[in-house]
């Protein structure tokens, strides 16, 4: 069971999670870094989540004796020129060795091949620039890419070739698209920061409705930055100006919250991402506090990752 996290730096590191004593698979043996066996939490405690690598660029996809032939191939002609990862922020993957990352800060979107161990980049779509590409997200079953871009206010999306197939938006507009799930119907569903809201399309691109805080006074999210899906059909919407997540439960269920403004273990003081397993845990990154934090369904912390 492989949980990929992705940090408001110049990099992003990938862990291998044991929380339910999944063995790594054969397609995680790409990932390991040789020589570093960072575990969490450290010893004498039990190991629950150790880290695999992170990458920033060309380098950390290359062995290092292939210097001189990336050189020449750089004077030929045939390598990319490698561009720097300014503030990535999403992330998604097909699961088969590509990786999709946003970069706002430099306005692209990093498209790294662990199997030819090389890095491409989408930045001029249809005539277009893009301005400020955030979240990402891959369809496996339908092999497309939806990319967000809080300054074009539009989805765009993308087959398995990066082949740009058009853009979503609801009639009304986006005020300021970020993160996204897909359920396993194929819909998509698209956090407004801006308007407070999740809008959702469906498989086909076709705009079907806009859900909003079962909690709230005013029936909305206040800075809504990402979420995600369970198998079940439940939503998990990082709240951020509210500092907690909320979760959309069941037609019999009702709406739970996780976190709270605070500055101790369980609480919030910058939620950013969130991400689930196949177990159900919870993954919530706080860019105030630089880490994770694992909870259960039913709000109880589990696991704090880096300090």
Not at 89 to 96: E, Q, T
Not at 201 to 221: M, N
């Amino acid at each position: 069971m492989v949980i990929r996290f992705f940090y408001r730096a110049a990099y992003f590191a990938v862990l291998l999670s044991a929380l339910v004593g999944c063995a790594p698979s054969a397609s995680s043996v790409i990932w390991k870094t040789e020589g570093v066996d960072w575990v969490y939490p450290e010893p004498p405690a039990q190991p629950r989540i150790r880290f695999l690598k992170q990458i920033s660029g060309l380098k950390d996809l290359r062995d290092k004796d292939d210097a001189g032939q990336r050189w020449l191939k750089w004077l030929g002609g045939e390598e990319t020129v490698p561009l720097p990862m300014v503030s990535p922020y999403g992330v998604a993957a097909d699961g088969k060795g590509r990786i999709w990352v946003s970069d706002p800060g430099s306005g692209l979107v990093h498209v790294i091949d662990l199997a030819r161990k090389r890095i491409d980049y989408l930045s001029v779509i249809n005539g277009r620039k893009l301005l400020s590409p955030v979240g990402a997200v891959y369809n496996s079953r339908l092999k497309r890419l939806y990319i967000s871009d809080t300054g074009l206010r539009e989805v765009l999306m993308f087959d398995a070739d990066n082949r740009y197939l058009g853009s979503l938006k609801p009639k009304t507009g986006f005020g300021r698209p970020a993160g996204m799930a897909i359920d396993a119907a194929g819909n998509l569903y698209v956090a407004d920061a801006l308007a407070g809201i999740v809008d959702v399309f469906s498989a086909a691109g076709e705009y079907r409705k806009s859900l909003g805080s079962r909690i709230a006074a005013d029936g909305k999210f206040n800075r809504p930055s990402n979420l995600a899906l369970d198998a079940q059909g439940r939503i998990y919407v990082v709240d951020s100006l509210r500092f907690r997540v909320e979760i959309l439960g069941l037609a019999d269920e009702p709406p739970m919250l996780i976190g709270g403004l605070g500055d101790v273990a369980g609480s919030f003081a910058r939620p950013r991402g969130i991400a689930l397993d196949s177990a159900g845990h919870i993954y919530v990154s706080d860019a105030a506090f630089d880490n994770i934090q694992v909870f259960n369904r039913r709000g109880d912390l589990l696991l704090v990752l880096g300090r």
